[in-house]
């Protein structure tokens, strides 16, 4: 009994946080040592809102480009049949976190098709990273994302095992300063 309302107390916390959008790297706490690559966006300031279908091993759309700072709005669908992931980052950081969700899946937190979330917050590695939405079949979720950062090129990628290697990912390039 005292493990449920653990749970849930937990859970009470986390998933406020989450929708939120907040910066929190629960996963991995070395998170905080990333390449600069942008920031959670402001859900009050959006530029762009762009619906992106995730299905076995593709993104639609595929291709992306953005100027530095503008903030998006993604609006996400996984109409497959597996768990997918849309995660915005660089070469080093999609393969950081492909080792974690490597790890996730060996442990049994989550399956090809199902998340467990109890087991993800019972081992302290629930996956709520700013830039990442993790999500079940026919699952939606949104991420708000501002490409504030350093870096000329982004990925978005499945970090789920085997994923992004059989080609689910996408190509972010961001231009010019944004003047809105």
Same mark, same amino acid.
């Given at each position: ?61 595929? #291709?992306?480009?953005?100027?530095? @700072? ?30 974690? /969700?490597?790890?996730?899946? #060996? ?5 090809? #098709?199902?998340?467990?979330?109890? #087991? ?5 590695? /629930? ?47 961001? @231009? ?5």
């Amino acid at each position: 009994m005292k493990t449920k309302f653990t749970i849930r107390a937990a859970g009470a916390v986390l998933v406020p946080l989450m929708m939120l959008g907040t910066s929190a790297a629960l996963a991995d706490p070395d998170h905080g040592d990333l390449p600069n690559f942008g920031q959670v966006g402001d859900v009050t300031h959006i530029d762009q809102v762009i619906e992106v279908d995730m299905g076995e091993m593709y993104f639609d759309p595929d #291709r992306y480009t953005f100027e530095r @700072g503008e903030t998006v709005k993604f609006l996400l669908v996984n109409n497959g049949r597996a768990v997918h992931e849309f995660a915005i980052g660089t070469e080093e950081t999609h393969n950081a976190h492909e080792q974690e /969700m490597k790890a996730m899946l #060996r442990s049994g937190m989550m399956t090809t #098709r199902v998340l467990r979330h109890d #087991r993800m917050l019972e081992a302290g590695m /629930m996956h709520v990273d700013a830039n990442a939405r993790l999500l079940e079949p026919d699952e939606s979720s949104e991420l708000v994302w501002t490409f504030s950062g350093d870096q000329d090129e982004l990925t978005i990628a499945c970090n789920v095992p085997g994923h992004r290697a059989a080609g689910m990912e996408a190509v972010v390039t961001i @231009g010019e300063e944004h003047s809105g």
